[in-house]
């Protein structure tokens, strides 16, 4: 694991309004890799990627850039964490070709799913048997939020993931083990669509330094992709963390 702050968003689009901040000549991922150092890979929740397409986008950012990865639905959604080893491995084949540019892993949960501490026990097992890298997690069920849950993904050096709108204050903060900070922003209050103030994104600057300043790997992603604000919302705080590029 590489200490650093990483800044980016959900996907690597680069919306119209804020085209003159990137360079002009590229593909739309070399384009964004030349302004911000991470991108949050989230159509492998909704279909797998054969590993050439990860080689071929490890190979089109430069060094020191890292992708993100969320976990397929397959997995949290479909199969709700139960006997998904084969499942987990053929996904730990496909974005091991991403290489040294492979970041965290994004095990998003749905909002209905209840922390059953047998079920999530071993599935963390044997996701930490088959994968040694960086691992986050987000529940949306209030029964995560918890002394006991914090310490069983301590236990397996699980991040839980800072979000925001938050379900309970807990969830606006980070949680589980502390070796990584993982902050994803959905916008509030209308969810993929708004904006983020210069106080927020301020806010969340201080907690990326804050991490930094205990050793430990910070991420930000923003998820208010819907009309464009996250790419802006994204350049604010890597401006604000003094990151160059």
Partial sequence: MVIGAYVGTAGWSIPRQYAGAFGGEGTHLQRYASRLPAAEINSSFYRPHRP???????????????????????????????????????????????????????VQLPPSLRHEEAVVDRFLADFREAFE????????????????????LIRHQVARVAADPALLPRAAVPGGWQGLAYHRLHGWPKIYHSPYS?????????????????????????????????????LELKTLLGTPG
């Fill in 198 to 234: 210069l106080a927020q994104v301020g806010a969340v600057a201080g907690s990326l330094r804050e991490a930094l300043q205990d050793g430990r790997e910070a991420w930000c992603i923003f998820d208010n992709t819907a009309l464009g604000e996250a790419t802006h919302d994204a």
């Fill in 52 to 106: 050439a397409t990860y080689e071929r986008w490890a190979m089109s950012v430069p060094d020191g850039f890292r992708f993100s990865v969320k976990v397929p639905r397959m997995i949290t959604h479909e199969g709700r964490l139960k006997d998904m080893g084969e499942a987990l491995l053929r996904f730990l084949d496909e974005v091991r070709a991403l290489g040294d540019r492979l970041g965290p892993l994004l």
């Fill in 133 to 152: 890298g960086g691992l986050v997690c987000e529940p949306r069920h209030a029964t995560w939020f918890t002394d006991e849950v914090d310490a069983q």
